[in-house]
Structures are given as C-alpha cells and as structure tokens.
C-alpha cells in the first residue's frame, strides 16, 4: 500500500476504497460530492470510482479536493434497483458494482462502498469475495440510533437473508459483537436476541436455540447476553447489539426510518400552526437542530456486509453527499481496523458448532 507524509512529516498509510458511482437513485454526483466531502476531512484517502469515464471524469474535475486522489475505472453498465441478483450475477460484469467488487477482490482497494441494489451488491459479494471460514450466512449491520451510552446500537441482520436458523443467529451474534468492538470501541458489549417478548417460552423454537447457543459461548466470548428482548428495546440501553433474521430486521430499519422522517413532518406543521408556534420554532432553534442531527439517518448511513472475507459498505440508494461521506468515513474505520479479520478470527475460536446445526444451515445456504 502507498504512504504519504502528513504535515508535521509521518508518514501515513492511505486507505483506499473502491466506490460504485452509479448504484444511487441520484446518479453519481451526489457521490462525487460525498467523496470530496470525505477527502477535505481525510487527507490519507484515495478512490477508485467505477463507472462511466465520460460521466465521471468532468464530476471529478470539478472537485479540486480529489486532484490526483481519485482514479477512475471505466465501467459502461449499470445495476439497477430492479434488477434480480441472479441476473446480474449472470451478466453483470460491465456494470460499476462487478467492477468496485472485483477492485476488493484484486487487493486494489481496502473496502467497497456502493449505494446500489442490495440484493445484487450481496450476490455478487459473496461469489467474488467469499464467505469467511465457518460463516454459513452473511448478514447486514447497521448502527440504530439509542439511548445507550454510545448514541447507537448495532442491529443485525436487516436484510441480507430473510432465513436465520439458530445458528445463523448464534453467528449474528459474534459478528455483531466484533463490529461493536471495533467499530464503536465497546469492549464488553451486551447482545440481546429480538423475540415478541422477553418471556422464556415466547417466541419461535430457533429463537430458543440460539438463546441456548449465545448463553452457552458468553463466558469465552467477551460479551454479555442479556437475553430476549423486544422491539422497544431497538433503540433503548438494554444492549448494544440486536441479534434478528433480515426479513425481521428489514421491516424494522425501514418502519424506524419512515417513523423518523413522520416526527420531523410533524415536528415542522406543529411550529407553523400559528404565530406563536412560529416564535417558540424561533427560541427553540438550537435544540431543534441538535434533534435533526441526532435522527439524521445520513449521517449513520451505511450498512456493512459482515462475514465476507473483505468488508463492503451498503449506502442507502436515495443517499445524498452527507449520506455517502458518512458510509465512506465508516468503511475507513472499518479499513483501518483489519475488521474482516478479525470477525474471522472470532468465528473461528467458538468451536466446535454442533454438527446437526451446521450441516441443516448449509444445505439451505445455496
């Protein structure tokens, strides 16, 4: 990897990521503009941008801050939101998302950031990437935004598979506490497992499993398992990480997302009712814009593909400059701590997984 000197003459390693330009509803300029948002901030940053060179090359130039710190990699296609993974797994290889992805798996780049179709960018991870040793399931995590100490919790899986059997789950779980570790720097964290209830005989027989599962491994996991909990728990101090299925956790992020943007609609007709609310809106402006900024989902933007033997970044589609420069400052936190490996290291020190379970989870992976 290159090295540069900063200014008081250390030198510091880049960190290179590969960026889809052309996964976004907005096209590729808001993504332009997150990067150089990124650079101004980051000194030690370098991109590979994928997609069409004679629409990228005149958004880079306007952008005096990515001058010899972006290369750009001609890819004339595009995936679409549309598009069926299986499909683009097929004849995808012309298009940005294939060519960001390949970038990874060539050792070019560090991390992969892309704001396209998540199905897609899955698929295509794991047949190029590979899933790590021992992992039967990769799973989406996302930061939820709490009352918890850190302001956010890791939530876990919302999306990349609808199935989890217990020791999907059990997996979730471990990889949930590594990205708590060492992306938010919590030492101990506390994991709890989403159910309809906290009861111990509420709930799916899977759940129950993988209850059993992460009870049993807490001791020699460095975690604490605070059992069942429920979905108020989400965004509460309950625990740091939420262990659920993707079709659970997908309904989930995005009834929490509409929520927000319903409190913020709400929030603004309150303080146009009348002239008076239009004064305290006046008073009040500070602390309302300390609340936007807290709920704001561009700025934890960024899903990781947890489980791969590289770390992509998912950024929402509709992300605008601020969404995507928090996805890119998110994939360097994870760049610069070797975070793939150690979620592999992670997963491979819990051993043995019972045989029974293992093999069930495999046959239905493909």
Same mark, same amino acid.
């Given at each position: /990897?290159?090295?540069?000197?900063?200014?008081?003459?250390?030198?510091?390693?880049?960190?290179?990521?590969?960026?889809?330009?052309?996964?976004?509803?907005?096209? !590729?300029?808001?993504?332009?503009?997150? /990067?150089?948002?990124?650079?101004?901030?980051?000194?030690?940053?370098?991109?590979?941008?994928?997609?069409? +060179?004679?629409?990228?090359?005149?958004?880079?130039?306007?952008?005096?801050?990515?001058?010899?710190?972006?290369?750009?990699?001609?890819?004339?296609?595009?995936?679409?939101?549309?598009?069926?993974?299986?499909?683009?797994?097929?004849? #995808?290889?012309?298009?940005?998302?294939?060519? +960001?992805?390949?970038?990874?798996?060539? #050792?070019?780049?560090?991390?992969?950031?892309?704001?396209?179709?998540?199905?897609?960018?899955?698929?295509?991870?794991?047949?190029?990437? $590979?899933?790590?040793?021992?992992?039967?399931?990769?799973?989406?995590?996302?930061?939820?935004?709490? $009352?918890?100490? /850190?302001?956010?919790?890791?939530?876990?899986?919302?999306?990349?598979?609808?199935?989890?059997?217990?020791?999907?789950?059990?997996?979730?779980?471990?990889? &949930?506490?590594?990205?708590?570790?060492?992306?938010?720097?919590?030492?101990? !964290?506390?994991?709890?497992?989403?159910?309809?209830?906290?009861?111990?005989?509420?709930?799916?027989?899977?759940?129950?499993?993988?209850?059993?599962?992460?009870?049993?491994?807490?001791?020699?996991?460095?975690?604490?398992?605070?059992?069942?909990?429920? &979905?108020?728990?989400?965004?509460?101090?309950?625990?740091?990480?939420?262990? =659920?299925?993707?079709? =659970?956790?997908?309904?989930?992020?995005?009834? #929490?997302?509409?929520? +927000?943007?319903?409190? &913020?609609?709400?929030?603004?007709?309150?303080?146009?009712?009348?002239?008076?609310?239009?004064?305290?809106?006046?008073?009040?402006?500070?602390?309302?814009?300390?609340? $936007?900024?807290?709920?704001?989902?561009?700025?934890?933007?960024?899903?990781?593909?947890?489980?791969?033997?590289?770390?992509?970044?998912?950024?929402? #589609?509709?992300?605008?400059?601020?969404?995507?420069?928090?996805?890119?400052?998110?994939?360097?936190?994870? +760049?610069?701590?070797?975070?793939?490996?150690?979620?592999?290291?992670?997963?491979?020190?819990?051993?043995?997984?019972?045989?029974?379970?293992?093999?069930?989870?495999?046959?239905?992976?493909?």
């Amino acid at each position: /990897m290159q090295e540069a000197n900063n200014q008081g003459g250390n030198p510091n390693q880049l960190t290179v990521l590969s960026i889809d330009a052309m996964g976004g509803d907005k096209g !590729p300029s808001p993504i332009v503009a997150g /990067m150089a948002a990124s650079a101004k901030k980051n000194k030690d940053l370098h991109f590979i941008l994928h997609g069409p +060179a004679d629409q990228l090359e005149p958004l880079v130039k306007r952008r005096s801050l990515l001058n010899g710190r972006c290369e750009i990699r001609h890819a004339q296609d595009a995936v679409s939101m549309t598009d069926k993974p299986s499909q683009v797994v097929r004849h #995808g290889k012309d298009t940005s998302m294939w060519s +960001a992805i390949e970038c990874v798996r060539n #050792g070019e780049a560090e991390v992969c950031v892309s704001c396209g179709n998540t199905g897609a960018l899955m698929a295509l991870s794991m047949i190029r990437l $590979r899933k790590l040793p021992g992992v039967n399931r990769p799973a989406i995590a996302v930061l939820w935004p709490s $009352r918890s100490e /850190m302001g956010f919790n890791v939530m876990l899986d919302v999306g990349a598979d609808i199935r989890a059997d217990a020791n999907d789950l059990f997996q979730y779980a471990l990889m &949930g506490v590594s990205y708590a570790r060492n992306g938010m720097e919590i030492n101990i !964290p506390r994991v709890g497992l989403l159910n309809v209830g906290t009861e111990d005989h509420k709930g799916r027989p899977e759940l129950h499993e993988a209850h059993t599962l992460i009870s049993e491994y807490e001791s020699c996991g460095d975690y604490i398992f605070v059992g069942f909990v429920e &979905g108020g728990d989400i965004p509460g101090d309950k625990a740091d990480v939420i262990v =659920t299925d993707g079709f =659970t956790g997908n309904v989930a992020i995005k009834t #929490g997302e509409g929520t +927000a943007s319903l409190i &913020g609609d709400l929030l603004k007709q309150a303080f146009e009712f009348s002239r008076l609310s239009r004064l305290a809106k006046l008073l009040a402006v500070t602390s309302l814009h300390r609340l $936007r900024k807290r709920i704001d989902p561009r700025r934890v933007n960024g899903g990781v593909f947890l489980g791969l033997n590289s770390t992509v970044v998912k950024s929402h #589609g509709s992300a605008d400059a601020t969404g995507v420069s928090a996805a890119i400052k998110l994939a360097v936190l994870l +760049a610069k701590s070797d975070f793939s490996q150690k979620i592999a290291a992670r997963v491979a020190s819990v051993t043995p997984i019972p045989q029974d379970v293992e093999q069930n989870s495999i046959s239905g992976t493909e």
